[in-house]
């Protein structure tokens, strides 16, 4: 059975449709990643489920009770925010047992579950601290171990990495996830950052415009990503999509490789991320359209150098020029890369 249940949810605002009729479930234990750009629908979604937002119209039931209408206290969830919304007068350990006095758990029995939390968080020589007193990844500590001791059915988290740096984000990545799984908590999981996404989640429910565009694990979006959308969100650098009048060919900047028969292309510019370059180049066969590859090591190839590309057969998609959607029916002829772009190149300079 599915803990956490989502049929037709909807909002909207005057003229603004922020979330379009959109359903999903969660399964117990499962880390699900709420994906997309800024302004697709993932807060509001996450308001809803919390009880922060009145859905205009849709269901959300956890554990088989509908909690639609409840008030956000009675829904029994717990929550992380981006800010750690922490109280700068109270000490850490008063901070984390705060719900827990608010809701009358008596001291005996928060002192125990403050003690394991503490443990699992590594914060035991941080309790008397004020939050001024710590960390930004300390801090964030605190907020998810306010989180666990509710022992809530669902946790719901809303970018609590964003303000940290690269670094302290990647660390607290790994330590969130194993976290989570140690625990064995349920959790969803709202971001921008397509990283953290695959990386930490279960499954990815991405969003676009207030729709889901695909679910899936992180390895299906990447795989067979359902649309140009998904292709191009998942994956840095995004797919190159390759415009062949009726579809559009695409191919990931990773999977390009240089040939000695293949492609020709020329080269625009080279950028050194260290343990690659990524690589700007046009196809003069075809309109001189521009894509990435991405190369090992430090490449240092200058402006308008000739070089040859392919790829492997299996490692292209297609797409409708029209709708963009995949088009998972679609055979290629079996001809090499080469010889099939030359074929619709002069196809369609006679058309």
Known sequence: MSQLEIRQLRK???????????????AQGEFVALLGPSGCGKSTTLKMIAGLEHPSSGSISLNGQDITHLPPGKRGLAMVFQSYALFPHLSIAENIVF???ARGVGALERDQRLKRVTDLVNLGDHLSKRPSQLSGGQCQRV????????????????????????KLRNEMRAELRALQ???????????HDQVEAMSMADRILLLNQGEIAQCGTPNALYQTPASTFVARFIGNPPMNLINKGSFLLGIRPEHIHLATDGIAAEVIRCDYHGADTIIDISLPSLSHQ?????LPGHQLLAAGSALNINWRSQDQHVFCST??????????????????????FHHDTQH
């Open 323 to 344: 709708t963009g959607q995949r088009l998972s029916d679609y055979v290629l002829p079996t001809l090499t890369t080469h010889s099939l772009i030359q074929k619709e």
């Open 290 to 294: 521009t894509i990435k590859l991405r």
């Open 143 to 166: 907020a998810l171990a306010r989180a666990i001791i509710a022992e809530a059915p669902l946790c719901l988290m809303d970018e609590p990495l964003s303000n940290l740096d690269a």
């Open 181 to 191: 799984q140690r625990l064995g908590m349920t959790v969803l999981y709202v971001t």
């Open 99 to 101: 719900g827990l006095k």
């Open 12 to 26: 909207e605002w005057q003229e603004t449709l922020a979330v379009k009729n959109i359903s999903f479930e969660i």
